[in-house]
């Protein structure tokens, strides 16, 4: 926020107030003040220059009813002797008229001429005609000052005899006005300078506290709480700077409360094993975690604001508002054609109280190896349905043809019997196999190991095929001379390699060698056998483990197999915490291999 200037502060426009309510305040008084003094000192001077007046009125009556002789001085004579006495700072000049309105005296001595002269003043005339005092004020053209002009009738018994003409200068009274308004205008500007000094140091008393709490706001919005805004006094301002630093208090524990939930939040998020995506009420992204962020391979940078409906690649089927309706979960395959990916993205929507809509939230759930599991037990049953209807479909041909009469044919029978016979054995074998396979999937069967001399036990095993081998093909022993002890099921493991064995030699050309090997490693001894047979296509070779998997499976039906032998084998070696896997060239020939765990030290102690 901008640093607030001067003249724009509140601390200038305190002063400003006050200045100007004091000068409003002075104006007031001073116009009435002024008015009033003027109406007042006006009045006083009319008021005695009235009473004079009449004084004069009256000595001037008498001399104008008294009775003159010869002797006795002319009444311009007495009236000039009256007028004489009749003199005041203030009074400029003061004429005599009879009731024929001839002057006959002036006080003016440069004026004395006049007298005799009739006058031609209005007010004069007035007076001497209504017998009433008339006044005005006029501005005398020769000096420029106010002069105040009263024409008074002289009467005796009610009849105007004649009337006295004043002319005083009421410009000192306005002359007075003008000094006590200069008063009361130095007075002002004195109440002015001192309200406006007063002003100043007044306001910071309100000021500072607001201007401490404007920068604890500041500071506030910048995230700092330490601050702590200063009570000078426990008026309304203090109790609002009290106020403030609670509400400071409430807001850091508030934030603290906040930023305590967000980290949870986002532990939460990070932790889970779950993808959560979470978007605003227009659908685009504004939170990620990282397993969502991993489970659709891309950067939190290029995701973020990003539309949800394009980043889960649903712009074709699904709009946003689809994705708020939807109550159920959405399968997003991401499968290309080696590998199968799957997710499963549940929507919640993020609703207030009164329907509004302010968001989603996705959770991503990477459903591929359920799929895949569900993908393999589909196939096993139909492997299992298919694998049993092939021999229950050639005895059934046999068992009909023998009811049909076949039975009777004393050379037929046999052989139709043989067949079915040996269907039912090849039923029976993957039965039992099948059997072993569930067993080993259900962990029921526990290993019942014993410590053996693997040499010796793979040299048992093939004599035993030695015997009954097709007399072609030649054995090749590459057998340690020492004994080697390791812990074994004998029983389980002699299944292994039975089925390695006679896999090697039904895959055997005619004149081929099967070559035995013992190879004796640090922590594992390693089985080999190695015939010089077909091989297995490289793209299967991992494929041979998987059950009912066959390479060409005519021809290994045909050869009594039940595609389930490798995948016991296997089941077998790895409960034995071994491992087993194939290496073949094409029409060269196939090495299949297991290792089994080995551990010198407890050898020794066996020994
Ligand atoms: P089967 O009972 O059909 O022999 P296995 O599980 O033992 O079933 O073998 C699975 C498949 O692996 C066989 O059908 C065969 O195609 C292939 N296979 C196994 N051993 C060999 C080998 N030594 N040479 C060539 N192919 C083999």
Redesign the pocket.
């Known amino acids: 926020m901008k640093k607030v200037g001067f003249f724009r502060s509140i601390h200038l426009k305190f002063v400003l107030i006050y200045v100007l309510l004091i000068l409003i305040a002075m104006q007031i008084i001073g116009v009435y003040f002024v008015q009033q003094l003027e109406d007042t000192l006006v009045t006083n001077f009319k008021t005695s220059l009235h009473q004079r007046v009449n004084l004069l009125a009256y000595s001037l009556k008498e001399e104008m009813i008294k009775e003159r002789d010869e002797e006795s001085p002319s009444l311009e004579e007495d009236v000039r002797k009256l007028l004489k006495d009749f003199k005041a700072a203030d009074i400029s000049e003061v004429r005599v008229v009879d009731s024929r309105s001839r002057i006959i005296g002036t006080s003016s001595q440069n004026k004395q001429d006049i007298i005799g002269q009739r006058t031609t003043e209005i007010l004069v005339k007035r007076a001497l005609a209504v017998g009433q005092d008339y006044d005005r004020v006029f501005i005398d053209p020769n000096t420029g000052h106010r002069i105040w002009v009263l024409s008074s009738p002289i009467k005796s018994n009610k009849e105007v005899i004649g009337s006295i003409y004043l002319i005083a200068k009421i410009e000192t009274v306005f002359e007075q006005m003008k000094v006590v308004n200069s008063i009361l205008a130095s007075g002002t500007a004195i109440a002015l300078v001192i309200t406006a000094i007063l002003g100043v140091l007044l306001a910071q008393t309100i000021t500072r506290p607001i201007s401490d709490m404007r920068k604890q706001a500041l500071a506030m919005s910048k995230g700092n709480f330490s601050r702590k805004v200063k009570v000078y006094g426990y008026d309304e301002i203090g109790q609002l700077a009290q106020t403030f630093n609670n509400l400071t208090k409430k807001l850091q524990e508030a934030q603290a409360t906040t930023e305590g939930e967000r980290r949870k939040l986002s532990s939460v998020l990070s932790y889970m094993t779950d993808g959560v995506i979470a978007t605003d009420r227009k659908g685009r992204v504004i939170l990620i975690n990282e397993p969502a962020l991993e489970m659709l391979n891309v950067s939190r940078e290029t995701v973020l604001s990003k539309p949800l409906i394009e980043l889960l690649g649903l712009s074709e089927d699904y709009t946003f508002e689809d994705l708020i309706q939807e109550q159920d979960s959405v399968i997003l395959d991401y499968s290309t054609n080696n590998e199968p990916y799957i997710l499963r993205a549940n929507c919640s929507v993020i609703q207030k109280e009164t329907g509004f809509v302010n968001g989603l939230i996705t959770v991503l759930h990477d459903i591929t190896e359920q799929e895949k599991i569900e993908m393999e037990r589909r196939e096993f049953v139909a492997n299992v349905s298919h694998e049993l209807r092939t021999p229950l479909t050639t005895m059934r041909s046999y068992l009909d043809a023998l009811a049909d009469g076949a039975w009777k044919d004393q050379e037929i029978a046999p052989k139709f019997l043989e067949v079915t016979q040996n269907e039912t054995e090849r039923m029976i074998r993957l039965v039992n196999d099948l059997l072993k396979l569930s067993k080993m999937d259900s962990k029921d069967e526990a290993l019942t190991t014993s410590w053996i001399d693997i040499v010796s036990f793979f040299n048992r095993i093939i004599d035993r095929f030695e015997l009954t081998k097709n007399e072609t093909i030649t054995f090749k022993r590459l057998l340690p001379k020492h004994s080697i002890v390791i812990e074994i099921d004998e029983d389980k493991m002699t299944q292994v390699v039975d ?2 064995i006679s ?2 030699l ?2 055997s050309p005619e004149g081929g060698q099967v070559t035995f090997r013992i190879i004796e490693q640090e922590e594992q001894i390693v089985l080999c056998v190695t ?1 010089q ?4 296509p490289k793209e299967n070779i991992n494929k ?2 998987d059950r009912f ?4 499976k005519a021809r ?2 045909k ?9 016991i ?1 296997k089941e077998m070696v790895l409960a034995h915490g071994g491992d087993i896997w ?1 290496t ?1 060239k094409e029409g060269r020939g ?1 090495t ?1 291999s297991l290792s089994l765990p080995y551990d010198r030290s407890k050898e020794d102690d066996w020994s």
């Not at 998997?549 to 060409?552: C, E, G, I, P, S």
Request: proline share 0%; aromatic share 10%.
């Open positions: 089925n390695i896999n090697a039904k895959y015939d047979g077909v091989g297995i041979i483990f998997y066959r390479v060409d290994t039906r050869l009594g197999g039940t595609g389930l032998g490798l995948a084998a194939a073949s196939t299949i």
